[in-house]
Nanobody, 123 residues
Framework: QVQLAESGGGLVQAGGSLRLTCAAS????????MGWFRRAPEKEREFVAG????????YYADSVKGRFTISRDNAKNTLYLQMTSLKAEDTAVYYC????????????????WGRGTQVTVSS
């Protein structure tokens, strides 16, 4: 069982940038597809970005495409989400997760989750 811990959240002004980090422990995730999800107030958890084990297949939600960048460092068991041009609508708790198999947009196909980190974008 892998344990995931997000960090890097905080308060940022609209138009600003933030980088989220997901550190894994317990075992490596080098062979696992990983994803970032978020849950905004009164919203369901939604897919943000995903990346396969090699980093050769990357997928973004339309709402963040062109603004967010997902990356991973398998040697460090670390996943990143670089967020730029942040908007108030990006305010949410952000979670990293490990896929059960390959890259997927469905939360149901992820079996390990971090506790989340709060991102608040002020207008």
């Amino acid at each position: 069982q892998v344990q995931l811990a997000e960090s890097g959240g905080g308060l940022v002004q609209a138009g600003g940038s933030l980088r989220l980090t997901c550190a894994a422990s317990g075992r490596t995730f080098s062979s696992d597809a990983m994803g970032w999800f978020r849950r905004a107030p009164e919203k369901e958890r939604e897919f943000v970005a995903g990346i396969n084990w090699r980093g050769s297949n990357i997928y973004y939600a339309d709402s963040v495409k062109g603004r967010f960048t997902i990356s991973r460092d398998n040697a460090k068991n670390t996943l990143y989400l670089q967020m730029t041009s942040l908007k108030a609508e990006d305010t949410a708790v952000y979670y990293c997760a490990r896929a059960r198999a390959g890259l997927s947009l469905s939360p149901a196909l992820y079996d390990s989750w971090g506790r989340g980190t709060q991102v608040t974008v002020s207008s």
